[in-house]
Antibody, heavy 130, light 111 residues
Framework: EVQLVESGGGLVKPGGSLGLSCAAS????????MMWVRQAPGKGLEWVGR??????????DYAAPVRGKFTISRDDSKNTLYLQMNSLETDDTAVYYC?????????????????????WGTGTTVTVSS | QSALTQPASVSGSPGQSITISCTGT?????????VSWYQQHPGKAPKLVIY???SRPSGVSNRFFGSKSGNTASLTISGLQAEDGADYYC???????????FGTGTKVAVL
């Protein structure tokens, strides 16, 4: 069974740091593109960032609000995705989800686009408050 | 643009059909067939219901239908059932530096 389990959430003061993990099982993690998505209390979904597989150069992209504050990484030997969050602000309070990303090859450019998430974790809650 | 535009709420009676719109621009929804839709019940993780504008993942009911016209994508749920009551979000790749955009979300109420 394909499964993603996030952990590491908790209460942290503004300006603090926190690291999240996402343990993957049931599929070949090293071949997978992975995303982080968050949802503030009572709000909509927000894309946080994406990391491609090592065979695709492990390219990492971030949403503007977290660029320079958050760092995505992966350890394929542990089948685990990470999200290191620094300089946390109250606006970073949210449930954080990891998900596998899928896509397809554009026949004109030959470029492989990732553009949807098919398997999601259950989420871990991060609260930034003094 | 920070988000795709969806109606805040849509409602229907059991058995009816409803349609949720997702309006973007010529740089995202209008430019690519890279629109997906997610269903989210309260307190639960999102679930993929449509990808590639109109493709259904295995196990998703054929009552869910996706389409696109110009800069607007749509999700239609036919034969509305109580279990369809949830929040729905569209998602698209964008050529802008944002890379990906979620819709603002639509709450579906089954009357």
């Amino acid at each position: 069974e394909v499964q993603l389990v996030e952990s590491g959430g908790g209460l942290v003061k503004p300006g603090g740091s926190l690291g999240l993990s996402c343990a993957a099982s049931g599929f070949t993690f090293s071949d997978a593109c992975m995303m982080w998505v968050r949802q503030a209390p009572g709000k909509g979904l927000e894309w946080v960032g994406r990391i491609k597989s090592k065979s695709e150069g492990e390219r990492i992209d971030y949403a503007a609000p977290v660029r320079g504050k958050f760092t995505i990484s992966r350890d394929d030997s542990k089948n685990t995705l990470y999200l290191q969050m620094n300089s946390l602000e109250t606006d970073d309070t949210a449930v954080y989800y990891c998900a596998t990303c899928r896509g397809s090859n554009d026949p004109l450019s030959g470029y492989y686009y990732y553009y949807y998430m098919d398997v999601w974790g259950t989420g871990t809650t991060v609260t930034v408050s003094s | 643009q920070s988000a795709l535009t969806q109606p805040a709420s849509v409602s229907g009676s059991p058995g009816q059909s409803i349609t949720i719109s997702c309006t973007g621009t010529s740089g995202d929804v209008g430019a690519y067939n890279y629109v997906s839709w997610y269903q989210q019940h309260p307190g639960k993780a999102p679930k993929l219901v449509i990808y590639d504008v109109s493709s259904r993942p295995s196990g998703v009911s054929n009552r869910f239908f996706g389409s696109k016209s110009g800069n607007t994508a749509s999700l239609t749920i036919s034969g509305l059932q109580a279990e369809d009551g949830a929040d729905y979000y569209c998602f698209s790749y964008t050529s802008s530096s944002a890379l990906y955009l979620f819709g603002t979300g639509t709450k579906v109420a089954v009357l």
